[in-house]
């Protein structure tokens, strides 16, 4: 490496990243969090606490849109260069005391200013919405095999509880994605609110199983201290222990409401990046190994840069142990048409999401419906709908 940004591979290829610089948006976009509550404190009007909300849901899918996508990909032989640059590591270490001093500063806001319900509502949101950013920040820590990031990892999934998130994503979903088996994916005619009820509890379930399969075959309790569950959960205890000691029992519902918004933004992620695609089995018995066509990608320049290219989530289940700045681009995938924070939006409201998605799904499945994970009590109707083909067609995928 010549200069900072800049990697020279074996022969002789010289790439400079050009998003280097702008990876701190990951940083800037959750740290937006702290101006509704300031403006708050400047002229005590509740209303300011909903602008950070207008800028993630409205704004963002606006820059998206104007900024447009990068397809571009760096040269794979520089990639082991690229990945071993301390910058992007120290980037995601950045983003944990901004989540954890959001956090804190969340609950002395709410804890000690009379808000009106609507404000109360905002700060559920705005801090829920910050719980989200430290599951997506867990996510890109607790796939990497360094004691330091995994730890990391589990302290920024505490404060919304959701430790369970480091054994439940990287043993279950992994495994499981795309699937019928798997209640992180979603299935095409499944709403987002049918969704939450099967993937949080069934997420929960899968992990705690997982982590009792794996410390009973070594002989240890599943109460142990070893549980990698139980780890993040006394984090949480602490915490959010200090918070009612400080201000009450009356900020537990704040806290409560905080911890699941935080969660459904998680919900949410996977609602859009596997909705109606399937695995097939092989002859074995076993599902084919996870490729790029078994996740919704998003190329959006903006909202990826705010997520350590998680939209990029072709390559990353296909490569999870690759890091957030070598993901790459690739064609013939099924692609979103927007970023995350677009997207959310959308598919809160069922009817528009199915009239903007299920054609895609469609055209990507071939409408054969072999290709296709269905909501079971939905199939029938979809396939008569759609004029799907009861597997008369050839599978897309052999």
Known sequence: MSKAGEFTGPSGVVYRDRKRHLWFSSIFVPAIVFIGPLLYLANGNALMLWIPLVFYYLAVPVLDMLIGEDRSNPPEEVVPQLEE???????TYALVPVIWGAWFFGAWFVGTQDLPWHGLLAMILLLGGTCGVGINLGHELGHKKGKGERWLAKFVL??????????????GHHRDVATPEDPASSRMGESIWKFVLREIPGAARRAWKLEQERLESRGK???SLDNEIIQPAIITAIAWGVVLALFGIGILPYILGTAFWGAFQLTSANYIEHYGLLRHKTKTGRYERTQPY???NSNHMFSNWATFHLQRHSDHHAHPTRR???LRHFDDVPSLPSGYFGMFLVSYIPPLWYRLMDKRLLEHAGYDARNINFDPDKREALIRKYGIQHGDAPPRIV
Do not use: L, M, T
């Open 324 to 326: 957030y700045q070598s």
């Open 85 to 91: 640059d301390p910058y992007y590591r120290w980037v």
């Open 294 to 296: 078994h996740s919704w």
């Open 158 to 171: 505490a404060p919304c509880a959701y430790g369970h998130f480091f054994i439940e994503h990287n043993k």
């Open 221 to 223: 309790s599943v109460w």
